[in-house]
């Protein structure tokens, strides 16, 4: 079984910055892709951003283009997230997700991930 465990959340002013972390763990593993969703309190969960393992190839919500950046080590098995300039639109519980196999599409809809993290708050005050 792949444990993925977020770390990195927290209560920060807007425009501030965040750095998130997620760790795979488990059997030995390498996600085709790995991902970042978010759902705001009483909202449906969302895309964020995603990227695959060969190439870093990397796709991100309209909403955080610009101010989000996705990376991962693949020797380590970690994704990160660095937000920044960050808005109170931004507070949500952010998930890790990770991909069994390899996806030749749909890296923003979160039925196509086989494995998620337990989340973690981020809260950005105005």
């Known amino acids: 079984q792949v444990q993925l465990v977020e770390s990195g959340g927290g209560l920060v002013q807007a425009g501030g910055s965040l750095r998130l972390s997620c760790a795979a763990s488990?059997?030995?593993?390498?996600?085709?892709?790995m991902g970042w969703f978010r759902q705001p309190a009483g909202k449906e969960r969302d895309f964020v951003a995603a990227?695959?393992?060969?190439?870093?190839?990397?796709y991100y919500a309209d909403s955080v283009k610009g101010r989000f950046t996705i990376s991962r080590d693949n020797i380590k098995n970690t994704v990160s997230l660095e937000l920044n300039i960050l808005k109170p639109e931004d507070t949500a519980v952010y998930y890790c997700?990770?991909?069994?196999?390899?996806?030749?599409?749909?890296?923003?809809?979160?039925?196509?991930?086989?494995?998620w993290g337990q989340g973690t708050q981020v809260t950005v005050s105005s």
């Open positions: 488990g059997r030995t593993f390498s996600a085709p892709a």
């Open positions: 997700a990770a991909v069994r196999k390899y996806l030749a599409y749909g890296y923003d809809d979160g039925s196509r991930y086989d494995y």
């Open positions: 990227i695959r393992g060969i190439g870093g190839i990397t």
